[in-house]
């Protein structure tokens, strides 16, 4: 079974209305669509038509049904090798099912015929080959069924799947795919040449050599049996006749009839020799007096047609000269409405320019009144554009990161703890004086106070007033000191590199940044009032204001009675082109009705001179009909005088027939 076309009317999404695949051919179809396009739809409905009876309401049938209600319609084609059929199910309302044959034209079953006919078409139902009708993701239905029943069923077809692609994968794959190319070919060409003809001595060679002897034996054959059969039917009739010759009675009976028959056949030779030579008269008289009626009958058609054509050639004439006339005025009325239009539109082309030049000086005074306020307002936009710029700048250079100042702050605090510690552990001395010696005593030439710890690193010298010099070396290793150096050397590079001279400089940066960024923020929302669309559109608006404001200020003219004016203008165009438009179909008409009446005229007269031929001088017309009229009544006469000899000959021919039958018969 293969089907040929399917049909569905009312089914789910198609609602009121029809859809059909037509003209499913032969091999691969592939029905493509994008999403929800109905695809599916002709599946389910096929799938009802094949296995839902149509006097149910399956949970199949339900689901065909449109929201909207009605009854579904499914129709297909299908070819067999019994012939072509057509299968019909109407569900719900007007439950039908249908079965016709296509090929003779009649209805061949329904009802509960037409399911039994369906029901052979399937065999085995859903579990059969029909089961491929709907193949959904391994399922051979769209009725519910169970989860286990749809589970085992995709296991089955997932293990076949497999199964026949393992096999196939052995068999086309790898070596043994070669192997069997290989051991085809050596079959292959034992039997033909490369080139694929017949290898000599070979098998093929061999049973072709074969055929050929057996095709022309079997023509020899043919021939010799066609040639017995004719000849046997040649024997069997010649028997038949020796029989028949061979009686004395007979052989007599046919002497006497040949006797007569040959006297009877002359009379007949020479009566219908008669006869021949009498119709050949009468032939000839009747095609003399058929050519002069002829003759007589053109002369009279060509008459009445001239008299004809002489009145119909007066009519064209006179109508040629009206669509003439109604050419010329069509013309006319087209020229002057060609003229009203060229005039219109000189009219409104000024009334145009005109309101140009009181646009152009509109503008230019709406330009000169903007000019001032516009170049204002670039002042100011430029004025804070630099602020931006300015504040840009400076908050760029008060820009300190947070964790530079952090690690300021950790240095500073390193370099104070290194000094504490290095201070605790230097030696010390105290100098106490007594009553009036204070101040005897100095310390790198400073004077050394009373009993106050001073500490010292190194070599300090002590001089001692009217005593002496004193020093004294602590031995103390210098590691602690270039620690204290290397820390104050980075903190003096971070603060270069930020660029402030201590960390409460660095701690004030931050709130001027915040300061200057508020600054900025005011500046840029300033110039973002001032110039939206950017500074440079200000420039631009501003050279276009000016090129406007450099046109002429003063056109003392009224601008409403202008604009009614080129208005009043436009309008009287529009009224002249549609009059053009509405002359033109009349010139066109009237152009061809001009063409119409001058084909009908030259018509007229070129069939009218034709006669004027055949007819000759109109003087002479009179006498010409006289003589083919009377030249038509001889060979009348002739006519009827020679079928007069031709009946008496004719009617007399069966008497001289019978006898020449009856001897023949004997």
Request: some cysteine.
């Amino acid at each position: 079974m293969k089907l040929s076309a399917l049909r569905l009317h009312n089914v789910k999404r198609f609602a009121g209305q029809g859809v059909a695949i037509e003209n499913i051919g032969d091999g691969v179809n592939v029905l493509c669509a994008v999403n929800e396009f109905g695809k599916s739809t002709f599946f389910e409905a096929l799938h009802a038509l094949f296995f839902q009876p149509h006097t149910g309401t399956p949970e199949g049938v339900r689901l065909l049904r449109p929201y909207s209600g009605g009854n579904p319609v499914v129709e297909a084609d299908i070819t067999t090798s019994e012939g072509r059929y057509r299968l019909t199910k109407q569900f719900y309302g007007g439950k039908l099912a249908s079965v016709i044959d296509l090929d003779r034209g009649r209805l061949l079953a329904q009802a509960d015929e037409a399911e039994a006919f369906i029901g052979k078409l399937i065999h085995g139902g859903t579990a059969g080959p029909a089961g491929l009708l709907w193949v959904r993701q391994g399922v051979t239905g769209i009725e519910k069924r169970s989860k286990s029943e749809e589970d085992g069923e995709k296991r089955v077809r997932e293990s076949l799947l497999s199964s026949v692609q393992g096999e196939v994968e052995a068999l086309t794959g790898g070596r043994r795919m070669a192997e069997i190319a290989a051991a085809c070919e050596e079959e292959l060409y034992s039997l033909v040449t490369s080139t694929l003809r017949p290898k000599s001595g070979g098998l093929y060679a061999a049973a072709l050599d074969e055929r050929d002897k057996l095709l022309k034996e079997e023509l020899r054959l043919s021939a010799e049996v066609a040639g017995l059969r004719d000849a046997l039917d040649k024997r069997r009739m010649a028997l038949a006749r020796l029989s028949e010759l061979e009686n004395p009675e007979e052989g007599a009976i046919r002497r006497e009839g040949i006797s007569a028959a040959e006297a009877a056949v002359e009379a007949a030779k020479s009566h219908s020799e008669a006869l021949k030579a009498a119709e050949a008269e009468a032939a000839l008289a009747a095609i003399h007096h058929d050519a002069a009626k002829q003759a007589l009958d053109s002369f009279r058609t060509a008459l009445k047609r001239a008299a004809d054509l002489r009145q119909q050639s007066t009519i064209a004439q006179l109508r040629r000269s009206e669509v003439l006339d109604r050419r010329a005025s069509a013309i006319a009325e087209n020229e002057q409405a060609m003229a009203e239009v060229q005039a219109a539109e000189q009219e409104e082309r000024e009334a145009r320019e005109l309101l140009a030049r009181l646009d152009a000086t509109l503008l230019a005074r709406d330009a000169a009144e903007q000019l001032a306020g516009l170049d204002n307002r670039l002042k100011q936009a430029e004025v804070a554009r630099t602020q931006i710029e300015d504040g840009e700048a400076a908050l760029a250079m008060l820009a300190v990161p947070e964790q530079a100042v952090e690690q300021l702050q950790t240095l500073e605090i390193e370099i104070a703890s290194l000094r504490a510690a290095h201070l605790a552990t230097l030696p010390t001395l105290c100098m106490e004086y007594r009553d009036g010696a204070a101040d005897l005593v100095t310390i790198d030439a400073r004077p050394l106070l009373h009993a106050e710890d001073q500490s010292f690193a190194g070599t300090v010298r002590l001089d001692i007033a009217g005593i002496g010099a004193l020093t004294l070396q602590s031995n103390r290793p210098q590691q602690a000191d270039r620690t204290i150096e290397d820390a104050e050397a980075k903190h003096h590079s971070l603060l270069a590199a930020l660029g402030v001279d201590s960390l409460m400089t660095a701690r004030q940066r931050p709130v001027e940044a915040r300061d200057k960024a508020a600054e900025l923020g005011l500046a840029r929302q300033r110039l973002g009032d001032l110039a939206p669309k950017g500074i440079q559109q200000l420039h631009e608006e501003l050279a276009r204001l000016s090129a406007l404001a450099a046109g002429d200020l003063e056109l003392k003219v009224d601008s409403q009675q202008i604009r009614q004016h080129h208005a009043a203008a436009q309008q009287r165009v529009m009224t002249t082109r549609n009059n053009v438009r509405e002359a033109l179909p009349l010139r066109s008409h009237a152009d061809e009705a001009v063409m119409a009446a001058e084909t009908a005229y030259v018509t007229i007269q070129a069939e009218l001179t034709s006669l004027e031929v055949i007819l000759g001088p109109d003087a002479a017309r009179e006498e010409k009909g006289r003589l083919l009229l009377t030249e038509a009544t001889a060979r009348r006469t002739l006519r009827e005088a020679a079928e007069m000899r031709a009946a008496p000959l004719r009617d007399g021919a069966h008497m001289w027939t019978a006898p020449c039958l009856q001897g023949l018969v004997r």
